[in-house]
């Protein structure tokens, strides 16, 4: 089933020229309306009319996270605020968060690309959806809902948290369709373990999982615990949230990039260049039809690949392969982004603490766990347990603070982390993904 | 009056008292008394040595984190009670500690108690006044 067949079927050349319009517009609009990106444009001497087909893209300067810092936080909307109904916000490197606006468009816009990916996943309207994405200046939670009452299926707007709570609402309500990141699917069914639920016992069918690296191992492992069927959900804030792209019930392998609004690229992150499909590289969205919040060649740092092959399902549309990874450090912990120069960004500012630490992931049981590695120098070193066990609550209290993660914080002897070419390694992620 | 007292940054993995005390050994730096506190993650050895600075010097040069702070040594008579003497001389002036270690001495008849208060001073003073002997570095390590 489809939500909009006409689109998602179209011969690619019907396709392209939808894009190559919409990227048109979109580029004269950048132009007058978003200075930063004028300015952008005017440095390397492109102007709105040089782009006369889709693969004059590439003359278009990038958009980084940088951009969005250095224009904090509404700087590049291309809307008057008047016409911008919501923002969202997520944690940004050095706590700046990354803003994004919304019009009423951008909002029904996001409705439909939502439904559009729910309906890949045979959610129709018939259907019962706990939607355990946290509601808030995250994404994913309102994401999510606004594309399930636009679907016609009932939401419970369940968010994140108390799980024993969700797995009496799941059975007693009779959820089919569960969205949540992958981690907290594991939490819900151990949840359901300790309440004595069986999987029997609910009607679950379907769960929509994203936000957060997961293995082909994790996934099994939610099929089974939560007897499921398990799909892969991928968005960012700054693309619109969840909703960009969609793995669908046919789908082998990756999922089908919703790119009638938001045209895909892979580079090479070291270069710049962009690739041809089936390389790995760096992700790269331009939003073709959003208003508040349009970007150019927004550089994603996910790392994937793209691929034309046809599907099973029938969707022309291309499609990217699971996430495999990041080019810069981010780390997402329990669907949290966390950049170790955040935590650096603590450290420093906390008396006597040198930055020689390590951030340490981990998995424990369905959870990640960071655990923050701090060097004792002499200027935090004391006799007395009690002021070494106060430091280390204010650290774990300070983190808390500034990333909403919850973090353990082991005080280590000088000169015992790694340090790799004179540089320190600040991240050790053992989890396996 | 005071006790200087070597402080080590612990680890909690194995084989790091031995480093240590091998790093003391090599030095010919004779340890006194000593204590270790421990936590679930990490523990802080305290020592006091013979040859405090150049303890310091190659146990840093090893590589630990060390801290020299001040304790103040009583030394009462290796019987019933002698402990508790001095303890009710701090509960009644108020004072707190931190945390405390004894050793007997060689010939057995007296017992020294290293302190550490909250109130370095006003301890040293009250216990003065009380008449208890408070040793220097020195005479700990003539014992």
């Given amino acids: ?46 102007k709105p009319g040089d782009i006369r087909s889709l693969a004059d893209l590439r003359k278009l300067p990038f958009t980084t996270k940088d951009d969005l810092r250095d224009n904090y936080p509404f700087g590049l909307f291309a809307t008057p605020m008047d016409d911008v109904i919501r923002v969202h916000a997520s944690s940004g490197t050095t706590g700046k968060s990354t803003v994004v606006g919304y019009t009423q468009a951008d909002i029904d816009l996001w409705a439909s690309v939502m439904a559009r990916c729910l309906t890949m996943a045979g959610v129709t309207k018939g259907d019962m959806v706990h939607n355990a994405y946290g509601y808030g200046l995250f994404t994913g939670g309102l994401g999510a809902h606004y594309g399930i009452e636009a679907l016609g299926a009932t939401v419970i707007p369940m968010s994140g948290g108390n799980s024993k709570r969700q797995v009496t609402i799941m059975r007693d309500f009779g959820s089919t369709v569960l969205l949540s990141t992958p981690s907290y699917a594991l939490n819900l069914a151990d949840a359901m373990v300790d309440a004595g639920v069986r999987t029997e016992e609910l009607k679950l069918r379907v769960g929509i999982h994203g936000a957060e690296p997961w293995s082909m191992n994790m996934r099994e492992e939610v099929e089974r615990k939560l007897g499921i069927r398990a799909v892969d959900i991928y968005g960012l804030s700054e693309i619109i949230g969840p909703g960009v792209a969609m793995e669908c019930l046919h789908s082998e392998r990756g999922m089908h990039i919703l790119e009638d609004n938001f045209l895909p690229e892979i580079i090479d992150p070291d270069t710049l260049e962009p690739l041809p499909y089936g390389e790995t590289g760096e992700l790269v969205f ?73 951030i340490e992931v981990t998995r424990d049981g369905s959870l990640d766990v960071m655990s923050v590695l701090v060097e004792v120098s002499e200027n935090i070193f004391s006799d007395e347990i009690k002021v070494l066990e106060n430091l280390t609550k204010k650290i774990q209290a300070e983190i808390k603070d500034m990333l909403g993660v919850t973090c353990k914080v082991k005080l280590v002897e000088p000169r015992s982390i790694q340090r790799s070419e004179g540089k320190a390694q600040r991240v050790i992620d053992r989890r396996t993904i | 009056m005071r006790v200087e007292q070597i402080a080590v940054f612990l680890e909690n993995k194995s084989g790091r008292l031995a480093e240590i005390t091998r790093i003391l050994a090599e030095n010919d730096i004779n340890i006194r008394a000593l204590s270790v506190a421990d936590t679930a993650d990490f523990g802080i050895l305290r020592l006091i040595v013979d040859k405090v600075d150049l303890a310091k010097e190659t146990l840093r040069a090893g590589g630990f984190t060390v801290g020299k702070t001040n304790v103040v040594a009583v030394e009462v008579p290796d019987r019933a009670g002698g402990l508790a003497s001095v303890l009710e001389v701090v509960h009644e002036a108020g004072l707190n500690v931190e945390y405390m270690y004894a050793f007997v001495n060689r010939s057995g008849t007296n017992a020294v108690l290293i302190f550490r208060f909250d109130e370095m001073d006003k301890a040293i003073a009250m216990l003065q006044e009380k008449g208890f002997v408070l040793l220097t570095g020195q005479q700990i390590c003539a014992l």
């Fill in chain 1, 1 to 46: 089933m489809m939500w909009v067949e006409e689109i998602e079927t179209l011969p690619r050349s019907g396709l392209e020229s939808i894009q190559l319009k919409r990227l048109q517009a979109l580029v004269h609009r950048m132009y007058d309306k978003v200075a930063p990106y004028r300015a952008k444009m005017d440095a390397v001497g492109v």
């Fill in chain 1, 286 to 358: 331009t939003t073709l039809t959003k208003e508040a919040f349009p970007l150019i060649r927004y550089r994603t740092k996910d790392i994937s690949r793209l691929f034309l092959e046809p599907c099973g399902c029938g969707r022309t549309l291309i499609r990217m392969e699971k996430v495999m990874g990041r080019t810069d450090d981010m780390l997402i912990i329990r669907g949290v982004n966390v950049f170790p120069s955040q935590v650096e960004h603590v450290l420093m500012g906390i008396d006597g603490v040198e930055p020689h630490y390590q």
